[in-house]
C-alpha cells in the first residue's frame, strides 16, 4: 500500500470513527430522554450541591426537584499562593496553610533555574518553577500524611542544590480534593473561556455524567492534534485550556488538561495522567474523573459507575483504533496530577 492510498484508509477509518461516535451519542440522549420522561415527577436526592464540607466525594449526583431536576453545580474551588502564610527562606516562600483543600504552593526568585520538589515515602514528583516570584501551585496527589517540600537551585549542568524545605502533615478535607482545583497542569479560573463553556454544557446537563459527555463531545469536534506542535515541544511545557480551545488543536497533554480544566470547574473530579501505552510504550497524557453515577457508553468507552474512569480524548477526537479507549490492559499510569 502507498503513500496516498495509507491517507485514503486513514480518512476513511476516522470518517467510520466520528459516525460511530455521533451514532453512539445520539443512542445515549435518546435513552437519556426516556430515562428523564420516566422519572419526571419523582425527586432525586443531592449531597454535592453548593460545596458541602466533603467537596467532591459526592461530586456529580443529581440535583431535586418536582420539575424533574438539573444538575447543581458545586461552589467554585480555587487554588492560589498566600505569601502572608508561607514561611520563607534564601528568597523561597513555600505555602502549606492549604494543604487540606489538596494543594501547596510556592515562589522563589534566583539568577538560576528552580525546582520544586514534592516528595512523599517512595513517591517524588519534581517541577520546574519560575525564578522571577511568580507563584505556582500543585497537587498534593498522593493522599495524607507527612509530606516534604523543597526548593532546588540549579548550581552546574544537571545537579540542584536545596535552597529552602519545609514539611506538612497533610490531612485532606476528602479524597477528591487535589482533583477539584486548578494548578499549573490545569491552569484556569473562573473567569476562563473553558470554564464558561463547561458551565454552558452544565446548565443544560440533568446530571454529572451529561457534563462528561458534553465536554467529551466538544473537545473531539473541536480540537485536532497538533503533529508539528508534538514535534517541537520542549521539556516542561505546561499547557493554556483557553489556548486549546481557542486555536482548536494540541498535543495530549494539551486534550487532558484541557478536559481537566472543565470537568473540575464544573464540581467533576479529574485526574491528568502521565504514563505508557502499550504496545509501542508511548508516552502519553490523558484523564481519569470519578462519579457515582451508572455506567455511560459512547463509542467503544465504557463509564463505571461509582469508580474512576480513564478517558482518553486524544485518541478519542482523533480516531485512534477503538480499542485503545476503554481497555485499561494498555495503559500504565505513571504520574497523577
Not at 514535534?231 to 486555536?247: F, M, W
Not at 501505552?277 to 484523564?287: F, G, Q, R, S
Request: proline share 3%.
Amino acid at each position: 500500500m502507498n503513500g496516498c492510498e495509507q491517507k485514503d484508509r486513514i480518512s476513511r477509518e476516522r470518517k467510520r470513527f466520528r459516525e460511530r461516535a455521533r451514532q453512539a451519542l445520539f443512542v445515549l440522549l435518546t435513552v437519556l430522554l426516556l430515562l428523564a420522561f420516566s422519572a419526571c415527577g419523582g425527586s432525586a436526592s443531592s449531597e454535592a450541591a453548593g460545596g458541602s464540607a466533603d467537596g467532591g466525594a459526592k461530586a456529580g449526583a443529581e440535583a431535586g426537584s418536582d420539575k424533574g431536576g438539573g444538575y447543581k453545580v458545586p461552589k467554585y474551588k480555587g487554588a492560589s499562593f498566600h505569601e502572608d502564610e508561607a514561611s520563607s527562606s534564601a528568597g523561597a516562600s513555600i505555602d502549606t496553610s492549604r494543604t487540606s483543600d489538596g494543594y501547596v504552593a510556592v515562589s522563589a526568585t534566583s539568577s538560576s533555574r528552580l525546582k520544586f520538589q514534592v516528595v512523599k515515602g517512595e513517591d517524588t514528583y519534581n517541577y520546574d518553577i519560575s525564578s522571577d516570584g511568580e507563584p505556582s501551585v500543585f497537587p498534593l496527589q498522593c493522599g495524607d500524611g507527612t509530606y516534604q517540600f523543597r526548593v532546588m537551585e540549579n548550581i552546574t549542568g544537571s545537579k540542584y542544590a536545596e535552597l529552602y524545605s519545609t514539611s506538612a502533615d497533610v490531612q485532606l478535607s476528602d479524597e477528591f480534593q487535589p482533583f477539584l482545583r486548578p494548578s499549573d497542569y490545569v491552569d484556569y479560573s473562573e473567569d476562563s473561556a473553558c470554564v464558561k463553556k463547561a458551565a454552558e454544557i452544565s446548565a443544560k446537563a440533568g446530571s454529572a455524567m451529561d457534563v462528561v459527555s458534553g465536554v467529551y463531545e466538544l473537545i473531539c469536534s473541536d480540537v485536532t492534534y497538533d503533529k508539528e506542535k508534538a514535534a517541537t515541544v520542549q521539556t516542561g511545557y505546561l499547557p493554556t485550556p483557553d489556548e486549546t480551545l481557542s486555536s482548536g488543536k494540541g498535543i495530549c497533554f494539551d486534550y487532558a488538561s484541557l478536559a481537566a480544566a472543565m470537568l473540575r470547574s464544573q464540581g467533576i473530579p479529574t485526574k491528568v495522567i502521565f504514563g505508557y501505552v502499550a504496545p509501542d510504550n508511548l508516552y502519553h497524557a490523558w484523564n481519569m474523573f470519578y462519579t457515582e453515577e451508572t455506567g455511560w457508553v459512547t463509542v467503544d468507552y465504557k463509564v463505571s459507575g461509582d469508580s474512576w474512569n480513564r478517558l482518553d480524548l486524544t485518541f478519542a477526537s482523533n480516531g485512534a483504533d477503538s480499542e485503545f479507549i476503554g481497555d485499561g490492559s494498555h495503559y500504565s499510569d505513571v504520574y497523577f496530577y
